[in-house]
Each structure stands twice: as structure tokens, then as C-alpha cells.
């Protein structure tokens, strides 16, 4: 499943590159939550998620690297130098994707390795 994981996230990118909308939101869990860094950055429904993330890709247009690690039921997405949010990153975000039967049902964000790696079922590395 890690590999089929990663393989899914490279097609969501690149709906995500091509703002193919509706590829995207056809992904998507009917209940998903994302869960931002903060506590009230969160989004409910894969309108609003695909609407967000599509406007902080846009955002942030300098990239240095992109990292996607897979997992059993998770995929991370490591993304450093996106910039544009108001917390200062070292090295940049992790979003953690949980995927089950091929659709994603929750997002969460962590500004660190260890806790993202922790929340996609790893153990400590």
C-alpha cells in the first residue's frame, strides 16, 4: 500500500498542478476534515479543501522540494520553501493524507517530521 499510496498523491499533484478541479474533489471523502497548523485553520467538505488548496498552491509559487512518503494507510506530502503562511517553517510542511479505498478522508498538517511520520503510523525513526 506505500507504494500504491505515493502513486495516488503523484496523480493528485497533478490535478492539483493542472487545477483539475473536479479530479481532485472526485478524491475526496464526502465528510473530509483538513487540520491546518492552527486551530481554526480547518476545512470541512472537498469543496472547500480542494478551494484552499488550490489558492495556497497559487500562493506560493516558489517550491524548493516536494517529498511524498507512503505509508499503510497514509501518504505524506513534505513540501519546503512554499512559504505564504504566517508561521515560519524550517522545513516546511507536512501534510498527512489519510487514504482508505482510494479516496482521501482526512488532512492533517505538522510543521515537523517526527510528529507527521508519528500520525501516518510510523514508528519513531
Known amino acids: 500500500m506505500q507504494r500504491?499510496?505515493?502513486?495516488?498523491?503523484?496523480?493528485?499533484?497533478d490535478a492539483l498542478r493542472r487545477d483539475d478541479r473536479a479530479a481532485l474533489t472526485a478524491?475526496?471523502?464526502?465528510?473530509?476534515?483538513?487540520q491546518g497548523?492552527?486551530?481554526d485553520w480547518v476545512c470541512h467538505g472537498?469543496?472547500?479543501v480542494v478551494s484552499v488548496f488550490a489558492s495556497q498552491r497559487d500562493e506560493a509559487r516558489e517550491v524548493e522540494a516536494i517529498e511524498l512518503i507512503g505509508a499503510e494507510r497514509h501518504a505524506i506530502l513534505h513540501a519546503?520553501?512554499?512559504?505564504?503562511l504566517e508561521i515560519d517553517l524550517e522545513d516546511g510542511i507536512y501534510n498527512v493524507f489519510a487514504i482508505i479505498d482510494g479516496?482521501?478522508?482526512r488532512i492533517e498538517d505538522y510543521?515537523?517530521?517526527?510528529?507527521?511520520?508519528?500520525?501516518?503510523?510510523f514508528e519513531e525513526r
Not at 478524491?27 to 473530509?32: A, E
Not at 510543521?111 to 503510523?121: E, K, S
Open 27 to 34: 478524491t475526496l471523502d464526502d465528510d473530509i476534515v483538513w
Open 80 to 84: 519546503r520553501g512554499a512559504g505564504g
Open 37 to 39: 497548523l492552527k486551530d
Open 4 to 13: 500504491d499510496n505515493i502513486e495516488f498523491m503523484v496523480g493528485w499533484l
Open 46 to 48: 472537498p469543496q472547500e
Open 111 to 121: 510543521a515537523n517530521r517526527q510528529d507527521a511520520l508519528a500520525a501516518a503510523g
Open 103 to 105: 479516496r482521501i478522508t
